[in-house]
């Protein structure tokens, strides 16, 4: 309107006073996103041979679906979510420069970590004693290899990350240097988020 | 020998890896009907009627031996433009080394199953032992994936570490690498499966396994020719030159 101060008045519609919108920032360290993309269409494809291996045969893995116990699979599964909750706080507490409390939120995802691969043991345990192995029919193939695929992943993601612990507590990392360390968080994300299509599609589907 | 000749050469030897790539795929793959190889359920009575009757296989197994060798090449220029950047060249010689027995392991293969199609259907020739020899090739060519993996991982670790200025290869490729390298691993459990995604012909173990691996050695030869012509007409890297310089691996 006449007599009000325009952008252009300011300097210009992009001049120095106009609001500024941060630049979008992609956490961790950016090439790293290849190998998670990498690991994505790995397991999308484990996913996808899954279902179509399920496809020819429903009777087989509905019945050796049996077999799996449904509430150590709910477990895990809250572990992981507890391990991804802990994790987020820590990458907040380390934002706030208290590291002390992050490394405190790191060990709980690490024995997050080693909870949930004491549990996996004892079900490959369990399942072969009872005669269970990856030979007994495709459902036991499929299952065995991907969850243990998954498991070496897990266990990845545990050791990486206490290591990163380690460092947290000498100070390598702070609120202004945090890209490996969000690395570390997402690839324990990426673990946890496959355990969720992998719970699905072993315990769940009928 | 002046050093531009030698950059000329690199740069014109670094073309066998496209060449490579294309090649095996026509012979090895296509002619040599590996799209993908037998299932090893199959008698040695139906594996020498239903895959070694089919003339192609012998050429293409034949070929495939010739033109195998130029993994070599690429990997002895390949590994030279890690060793011109680091002070202590061990991730060259892991790139060097993992790409030359790489490169013997194709071509022994390849000259395996030229033979067995030569002496599949032949009078006196058991059919039992051409699949023999058949399944041990496939074995040995499988199995031994860690040797590849030792030239991804030299690889990998290089681009990742790099910090120079001129990055001859991106870290997403560094990656990528030790990605391509983890995906073999379920090689080990293929003995245990004679059908489904884990067999040698299995969806996981042959397609998967096959196609990450090309992909990545497509990737690894775009950027090996980009450097080589990049360098013909430009100073040699810094380590190269015999320059002082600081950081990891010498590099800043």
Request: aromatic fraction near 16%; hydrophobic fraction near 50%.
């Amino acid at each position: 309107m006449v007599g009000q101060a325009t952008d252009r008045d300011r300097g210009g519609a992009l001049g120095k006073n106009a609001p500024c919108h941060p630049a979008v920032r992609v956490p961790g360290v950016r090439d790293f996103w290849i190998l998670i993309a990498a690991e994505c269409s790995l397991f999308s494809f484990f996913f996808i041979t899954y279902m179509i291996g399920r496809g020819g045969d429903v009777d087989l893995y509905r019945t050796s679906q049996q077999a799996l116990s449904r509430d150590l699979g709910v477990f895990n599964t809250c572990v992981l979510i507890i391990g991804s909750w802990s994790v987020m706080q820590a990458l907040g507490s380390l934002r706030r420069e208290h590291a002390r409390q992050a490394s405190h939120y790191l060990a709980g995802v690490i024995g997050c970590g080693v909870i949930f691969a004491g549990v996996k043991v004892f079900e490959y345990a369990d399942k072969i004693s009872h005669g269970l192995f990856p030979t007994t029919n495709d459902f036991f193939t499929f299952y065995f290899v991907l969850t243990m695929v998954h498991m070496v992943h897990l266990v990845i993601a545990t050791v990486v990350l206490a290591v990163m612990r380690r460092g947290v507590m000498a100070g390598h990392y702070h609120s202004g240097q945090m890209d490996v360390l969000e690395s570390g968080a997402i690839y324990w994300h990426l673990v946890d988020l496959l355990w969720m299509f992998l719970f699905a599609l072993l315990y769940l589907l009928q | 020998m002046p050093e531009e000749t030698s950059k000329k050469i690199a740069y014109w030897v670094s073309w066998t890896g496209p060449a490579w790539v294309v090649s095996f795929i026509l012979t090895w793959g296509v002619m040599g009907r590996n799209y993908p190889c037998p299932p090893q359920t199959l008698s040695g009575a139906e594996l020498v009627s239903q895959y070694y009757g089919h003339p192609s296989v012998m050429l293409g197994m034949a070929l495939a031996t010739s033109v195998g060798i130029l993994y070599m090449p690429w990997s002895i220029v390949m590994a030279y433009q890690i060793w011109q950047r680091e002070k202590t060249p061990l991730l060259a010689l892991m790139a060097l080394s993992g790409g030359i027995l790489t490169a013997l392991l194709i071509v022994y293969v390849c000259s395996q199953w030229s033979w067995c199609a030569r002496w599949a259907g032949q009078p006196g020739v058991d059919p039992e032992m051409i699949k023999a020899v058949h399944l041990s090739t496939w074995y040995f060519f499988d199995m031994t994936y860690n040797i590849t993996n030792v030239q991804l991982l030299g690889c990998g670790l290089f681009a990742i570490l790099d910090r120079s200025e001129h990055r001859i290869f991106p870290a997403w490729l560094g990656w990528f690498a030790l990605f391509t390298g983890a995906s073999f691993f379920l090689e080990t459990i293929m003995p245990y499966f004679n059908r489904g995604p884990l067999a040698i012909n299995g969806w996981w173990n042959f397609w998967f396994g096959f196609i990450i691996w090309f992909l990545w050695f497509s990737l690894q030869s775009m950027f090996v020719l980009k450097e080589t012509r990049r360098s013909i007409g430009q100073p040699s890297p810094a380590i190269a030159a015999g320059q002082q310089v600081h950081g990891a691996y010498g590099l800043r």
